[in-house]
């Protein structure tokens, strides 16, 4: 709606303004404008950025417990088991960077 009151404040100074100063304000407008989609823009890659990170980790936590699933019985007998290093598998086998190369096309500005 932030635009729609822009299109409304240009109409406005247009409608009040002589054939000759309708330039500048034209393009005073247009910096503002441009400079609002701008911002919009980081706004979106920030949010991009954040959704991406809830992706991979949904994606490396439903890797995880499927392999918990799977181990069951096996993972309790196996304590000593070094648990960093089976979450970097998990994270590493998890999908996740092809998921996610899918996703973001549809995702990000074009």
Do not use: C
Not at 1 to 7: A, K, L, T, Y
Not at 27 to 37: G, K, L, N
Not at 51 to 76: C, F, N, R, Y
């Amino acid at each position: 709606n932030e635009m729609r009151g822009e299109i409304n404040r240009i109409n406005q100074a247009l409608h009040n303004t002589n054939a000759r100063g309708k330039t500048p304000i034209v393009r005073d407008w247009i910096r503002s404008v441009i400079s609002q989609i701008d911002h919009y823009k980081t706004e979106h890659r920030s949010l991009l950025k954040e959704a991406t990170s809830m992706l991979e980790l949904a994606l490396w936590k439903a890797k995880i417990g499927e392999k918990e699933e799977i181990l069951g019985e096996v993972k309790a007998k196996r304590v000593k088991m070094d648990i960093q290093s089976e979450r970097n598998e998990r994270r590493v086998t998890s999908g996740a960077n092809i998921v996610i190369k899918n996703v973001l096309p549809f995702l990000e500005l074009v």
